[in-house]
């Protein structure tokens, strides 16, 4: 099955600093990956996705970079404001089955 | 409708109880997925629904937990004689084919 890391459980910025938030995925074979936003008492949200045929995808404010050969995600906030404080999970799609969930990284934002 | 709707948003139940929660996906979309997440941690996938094939069961944890869906409409998920550990949001999700979910705001069972 699918086993998703992330680096760091928790990172704490600056308002106004960039944020980077990094994801590990196991399964190679794994083509489409998508950035969560779950804010507190709310369920998931769809910020940005990438299939595999792209290294990098912009948003507004956030930009999603793909590696690979490593297969590595990381997830690039601008100017990070204090709505960006909620907890970010990435979930790479292997063929049909359903999304694989790592336990997340909080940001929170410090003003 | 425009969002996936969860009801209650909040169950309070006794121990040895049964629960059913509910989940209203958005029109259209053929698959629907439950999870669950407990306090603090990431989401625990339970069941995937897609169209009118069987679904699949693979993540429920225990015989006390089962779900239905009909057609490509409502789905209801029941546990049977709660536990303390039951405790947790449950959240559903639904999609096209192979693209993003769209979650609910999930509901938060508590178990007392």
């Known amino acids: 099955g699918e086993s998703v890391g992330l680096h760091l459980p928790t990172l704490s910025v600056q308002e106004g600093d960039n944020s980077i938030i990094n994801c590990a995925y196991s399964?190679?074979?794994?083509?489409?990956f998508i950035w969560y936003k779950q804010e507190s008492g709310k369920g998931p949200q769809f910020i940005i996705d990438?299939?595999?045929?792209?290294d990098k995808r912009q948003g507004q404010r956030v930009t999603v970079l793909l590696n690979k050969t490593v297969k590595h995600l990381s997830l690039q906030i601008a100017a990070t404001q204090p709505g960006d404080s909620a907890v970010y999970f990435c979930a790479p799609f292997s063929g049909n089955t359903p999304l694989v969930f790592g336990k997340g990284t909080r940001l929170s934002v410090i003003a | 409708g425009a969002g996936v709707s969860q009801s209650p948003s909040n169950k309070v139940t006794e121990k040895g109880k049964d629960v059913e929660l509910r989940c209203d996906p958005i029109s259209g979309h053929t698959a629907l997925y439950w999870y669950r997440q407990r306090l603090g941690q990431g989401l625990e996938f339970l069941i995937y629904f897609q169209g009118n094939s069987a679904p699949d069961k693979s993540g429920l944890p225990s015989d006390r937990f089962s779900a239905e869906r009909t057609g490509e409409s409502v789905s209801t998920l029941t546990i049977q004689r709660t536990q303390q550990e039951d405790s947790a949001v449950y959240l559903c999700?639904?999609?096209?084919?192979?693209?993003?979910?769209?979650f609910g705001s999930g509901t938060r069972l508590t178990v007392v």
């Open positions: 999700a639904s999609s096209r084919l192979r693209e993003g979910y769209t």
């Open positions: 399964n190679s074979a794994s083509d489409y």
């Open positions: 990438i299939r595999s045929n792209m």
